[in-house]
């Protein structure tokens, strides 16, 4: 305390004096907050003595020591002084602090701190406190701005710094040539992995910023990383329950070993996901053995190509109004005239008339039932957009 008293000017000879108050019983006010940060806080709350001695109140007794030296030399924190802080916020992500967690701990500080002031207040003296209160919320603020600050950039390098490790992980089993190239990615990223994985792919809004949710409701084992907009989950060896998210479009192939074998299965799962878009879906689960009729199309484009031009691009121009085509839908979905009318609201005969007018517009007849089977397959696809 000899520092402050030599730097003290005769207007804060006051403040001089109560600061030697405090820090005279400092050792007691930093057990105080240590106390209440482990009694309010549940993170604090499991720590060891050893933890709070070595990592915690420190910097507590940091912030009091501060908080007085400003004062008496009236003057403001320093550069060097809220480096302190901003390395203590880096620390407690490395413990795995929550922040709010840090910032209720800068809180109740605060509180205990100020408690111990006014506690320390001769009378006479209280004409101090509208000063100090003010002053002190400010060196709170700043210090624990400072702290979070440095908390969320270190946070948001090493979310950068996972993410590449993901997918680089990801891409090095999807690359992988034989089971030596395998092995090394085991040893390079000390991960033990599994004879097989099953590639399930995560879409919609909001997926890719889902990740740490999804990997957490995933099977244990589970790998993942970004594709783009989408996340690529690598579920080991089985997939029992499909992996369904409100509002996510979810895609899921067979398993697959670790290489060419899993790449092209990833690939058939994008496949699917794509489909599952196509047919308007914005939600829900499909596997390999669903969309079948979708996917037995995409694995043929000039299959898929012939069908475009026959059925959808030729219903597309000479239907404008697509009466013709939804009454088609109901038609191939029940396979019955009466059924199609009551559904559409319409006499049978008109069912019957745009039947025929389908006939006479593509060839195909969907009362005939290979011809219908072509019809079903054209419509599961989009039609050619004009350039």
Not at 83 to 107: C, I, K, N, W
Not at 216 to 231: C, K, S, Y
Request: aromatic share 4%; proline share 4%; net charge negative.
């Amino acid at each position: 305390m000899s520092r402050l008293r030599a730097v003290a000017s005769p207007a804060s000879s006051g403040t001089a004096s109560l600061a030697e108050r405090v820090l005279a019983d400092l050792d007691g006010l930093v057990a105080r907050m240590g106390a209440a940060y482990q009694s309010e806080i549940a993170e604090y709350a499991v720590m060891s003595d050893a933890t709070m001695a070595v990592d915690i109140l420190p910097v507590s007794r940091r912030l009091v020591q501060v908080f007085l030296d400003c004062v008496v030399q009236e003057r403001t924190l320093s550069a060097a002084e809220l480096r302190t802080f901003e390395q203590s916020g880096r620390d407690r992500l490395v413990m795995g602090m929550p922040l709010e967690s840090v910032l209720h701990a800068y809180r109740i500080g605060g509180r205990e701190a100020w408690a111990t002031l006014c506690a320390s207040i001769a009378p006479g003296e209280e004409v101090l406190l509208g000063d100090l209160g003010a002053r002190w919320m400010d060196i709170v603020d700043r210090t624990s701005s400072a702290l979070a600050r440095a908390y969320l950039a270190a946070s948001h390098d090493r979310l950068r710094d996972l993410d590449a490790r993901r997918r680089e992980l990801v891409e090095a089993l999807l690359t992988a040539t034989d089971p030596s190239e395998v092995a090394a990615v085991s040893l390079r990223f000390s991960t033990v992995l599994a004879p097989s994985y099953v590639p399930v792919l995560v879409g919609g809004h909001g997926a890719a910023a889902d990740i740490d949710a999804l990997l957490a409701e995933a099977p244990t084992g589970t790998l993942g990383g970004h594709r783009g907009e989408r996340v690529l989950l690598l579920v080991p060896n089985r997939l029992d329950n499909p992996l369904r998210r409100t509002g996510a479009l979810t895609a899921w192939g067979r398993p697959a070993t670790c290489g060419r074998e899993l790449c092209e299965e990833v690939r058939q799962v994008e496949r699917l996901l794509l489909t599952a878009v196509a047919e308007g879906r914005a939600e829900g689960a499909f596997g390999p053995d669903d969309l079948l009729v979708e996917q037995l199309l995409l694995g043929n484009e000039r299959v898929a190509d012939a069908l475009r031009r026959r059925v959808v691009d030729v219903l597309a121009a000479r239907d404008p109004s697509g009466a013709v085509v939804g009454t088609l839908r109901v038609y191939l979905s029940t396979g019955s005239i009466p059924a199609t009318a009551r559904s559409e609201h319409v006499h049978v005969n008109t069912v019957a008339y745009r039947l025929g007018r389908v006939r006479d517009l593509v060839g195909l007849d969907p009362r005939v039932p290979r011809e219908a089977a072509l019809l079903v397959l054209g419509l599961g696809l989009p039609a050619n957009v004009e350039e």
